[in-house]
């Protein structure tokens, strides 16, 4: 295993510890209320999509690797990090909220729960995480952008 590999293999390991977290978490529900219609969606799914954006992360990243364009290990510490922490703010900010009713319970309910206030502070940590999510992703795009540049400049100087 090369050393310059340490990046996909992160990123995969990270996308199989999202799958394992989906396993774990089969029977359990995301309640989702939004403009009057509620909706329960399974949180694995979601643990499996969060997963998969990891994969898709490391397959780019494995890309670079093997075409000789490393990408940058500073940028990529940066963008995991951003990610998982900002992910972990939302799941524990979304864990706070009071629970909706459940799928079987009656729907006029819903009305109550969409006018109690979420807290201030609540809505604050998710709106930083998602400017944390949003940064992390231009990071990583800075870091594609960057290591296409590098490389071009490392064959203009070293032609085969």
Known sequence: MRKSHIIPICYFVTALIFGGFAWLEQTEGLDIVFNETYVVVPKSVLWLVLGGLFVFFALIALTFELYRKPMNKYLFATHFLLTIVSLVILYHSTQQQEMPPVATADYSVIDDIQNQDQPEEAIDWITYAF???????IIFVLNIIASTIK????SLQNPD
């Open 131 to 137: 400017y944390m999510i949003a940064g992390a992703q």
């Open 151 to 154: 490389s071009k400049r490392e």
